[in-house]
């Protein structure tokens, strides 16, 4: 199982792009990486997955180098409503997923 | 949607008391999970399981129990409930999601069980 890195806590402002980097050095060769989002009161939701290089969605950009020892989560133009707690989630075939302690990102007006 | 119910949602008992936790899902998925979350953290892990009557162990599960009789319930028990188990419960579902740059499983959550143990 992969053990993921995130930073504790982030702040920025509104409009502003925002960057989470999650570190797992770790990761077996078949191991996707997940990002999920998590308001308060919430289970956490599906954002983002990919394998290798950038994958995008309508709301978000995973980057993830060639050796996938990291990846970042790329939130372009965040609003007040991005304010929630951002996991990295690393795993696959033992379907045993073990969440880290996420990072949560505080957006200010 | 993946169409998972908890019950309860929200539940106050006393200390030494059992405790039940459902999760109930309508699409037949084969992965189920409980997590527990408490003020402040991240989520862990309970207990899992990998099909009817196939169960393991998570990151915590000391004081709970689980069972999965049929494949849309997977229960959470608390044989005896301590103030310490006191959190949010969260079940969760493993279901493919395919796109044209990945294809494997993610998790999808329910609502959550929010338990007191006074």
């Known amino acids: 199982l992969a053990k993921t890195t995130q930073p504790i806590s982030m702040d920025s402002y509104e409009g502003q792009e925002v960057n989470i980097t999650c570190s797992h050095n770790n990761i077996a060769t078949n191991d996707y990486i997940t990002w999920y989002q998590q308001f308060p009161s919430q289970g956490p939701r599906f954002i983002i997955q990919g394998y290798k290089t950038k994958v995008t969605n309508e709301v978000a950009s995973l980057f993830i180098p060639a050796d996938r020892k990291s990846s970042t989560l790329s939130l372009p133009r965040v609003s007040l409503s991005d304010t929630a707690v951002y996991y990295c989630?690393?795993?696959?075939?033992?379907?045993?997923?073990?969440f880290g302690t996420g990072t949560r990102l505080k957006v200010l007006a | 949607d993946a169409g998972i119910t908890q019950s309860p949602r929200h539940k106050v008992t006393e200390t030494g008391t059992p405790v039940t936790l459902r999760c109930h899902q309508t699409?037949?998925?084969?992965?189920m999970y409980w997590y527990r979350q408490d003020p402040g953290h991240g989520l862990r892990l309970i207990h899992y399981s990998y099909g009817v009557k196939d169960t393991d162990k998570g990151e915590v599960s000391d004081g709970y129990s689980v069972s999965r009789s049929k494949t849309e319930d997977f229960l959470l028990t608390l044989e005896s409930a301590t103030s310490s188990q006191t959190s949010v419960y969260f079940c969760a579902i493993s279901e493919k999601w395919t796109s044209a740059s990945s294809g494997a499983n993610v998790l999808t959550f329910g609502a959550g069980s929010r338990l007191t143990v006074l």
């Open positions: 699409e037949n998925h084969r992965y």
């Open positions: 989630l690393v795993g696959s075939g033992t379907y045993k997923y073990i």
